[in-house]
């Protein structure tokens, strides 16, 4: 079997030494253009990749970083992991991930521990639960940690997420804009830190109107909670808005079945912008997170840690209400096609 290009093919066919070529993959700033350019010329040339086991050794660094995941089928976590390990990638960073599938302290420290045994250089915590974040946070490490949660004020460490309050009242902003003055939550399981923030975010965007929020109606992210709801929908409820696509979906069935359109009798928005969202009748209004940007943020927090930075505790990514035919004036239908508002945290709307 012939023998895989090493470093020193590259240097010589280059005609520079194996401190350059070094230097070069590991993007140091006193190499020349021209010599930089010769180097990654030679690379493609040979086809050689670089040996990250033996370049751990020599380094005393696993360019490695833990990805402490739930193991969920859920769109929310599952679209946030890839998130996070397309970052990783595009960062030249190598990916551990543990999936749990219960978020006790337990559970929580033997994946730190299995991190620490690899050698990992920093953790990125997925925590969609307060014990999750509870666990994370409380275990002392010399390893940078990023926690992907909301920053509530009994948590610490650093935190990165989608402002989920700020998506719940853009979404309720925008049924009281429709002229809606009865508007119903169908709210996701209360252990969820995002539930609980989407719930605050309701409860707060009706108060600054001077609106009163009915009793929430309870669900569990799942479709079937959705559909369950619309049995016990007060008949003054005029909007709903669910803290999830699914449960939206579900709601928007079961009122159908019980006689009620949407939009002309009930305006339902949700949350998650799913794929399906825009492909069901009617299509869904909806609050979009940007997973791609939340990856992004997770990644490069962690980078500044390990850099030695001080990062800020907590990083918010705006969300954008995307708005489609499933909400509208009461006693009327939308079928606006689909354009996204995204809403300023000074209520400023921008639309396109």
Excluded at 140 to 153: N, R, S, Y
Excluded at 175 to 190: F, K, S, Y
Excluded at 318 to 326: D, F, G, I, M, Q
């Amino acid at each position: 079997m012939a023998r895989a290009p090493g470093m020193q093919d590259v240097a010589r066919l280059a005609g520079v030494s194996h401190q350059t070529v070094s230097r070069v993959l590991n993007d140091h700033p006193s190499v020349r253009a021209e010599t930089r350019a010769k180097v990654q010329a030679a690379i493609g040339s040979l086809g050689y990749r670089r040996n990250s086991a033996a370049r751990a050794l020599a380094t005393n660094r696993s360019g490695t970083i833990g990805l402490l995941a739930t193991t969920s089928n859920l769109g929310g976590p599952v679209s946030t992991l890839v998130a996070v390990a397309e970052a990783s990638r595009a960062a030249g960073l190598y990916v551990s991930v543990v999936s749990l599938g219960l978020y006790d302290p337990a559970s929580v420290h033997a994946a730190l521990d299995h991190f620490l045994d690899q050698g990992v250089e920093g953790i990125i915590a997925i925590a969609p639960v307060d014990a999750a974040v509870r666990a994370a946070a409380s275990v002392a490490l010399d390893l940078p940690m990023v926690i992907m949660a909301p920053p509530l004020p009994t948590n610490r460490g650093v935190h990165v997420a989608v402002d989920q309050r700020q998506g719940a009242r853009i979404a309720v902003r925008h049924l009281v804009e429709q002229g809606h003055r009865t508007i119903a939550h169908l709210a996701g399981p209360p252990e969820w830190l995002d539930a609980g923030e989407r719930l605050a975010g309701w409860r707060s965007e009706l108060e600054s109107h001077g609106l009163d929020a009915p009793g929430p109606l309870a669900g569990d992210w799942t479709a079937a909670s959705g559909y369950a709801a619309a049995t016990r929908l007060p008949d003054e409820v005029t909007a709903v808005f669910a803290a999830n696509d699914l449960m939206a979906l579900g709601l928007i069935r079961g009122l159908t079945e019980c006689g009620r359109r949407v939009p002309e009798d009930v305006s339902v928005v949700g949350f998650d912008d799913i794929d399906a969202a825009g492909y069901v009748r009617p299509p869904l209004t909806t609050v979009r997170q940007d997973f791609g940007a939340l990856g992004r943020a997770a990644v490069e927090l962690l980078l500044r840690r390990l850099a030695g930075e001080d990062p800020p505790p907590a990083t918010l990514i705006e969300p954008e209400l995307v708005v489609r035919a499933s909400a509208a004036s009461p006693g009327q239908s939308s079928d606006p096609g689909r354009s996204t508002i995204s809403r300023a945290a000074d209520g400023s709307a921008t639309t396109r």
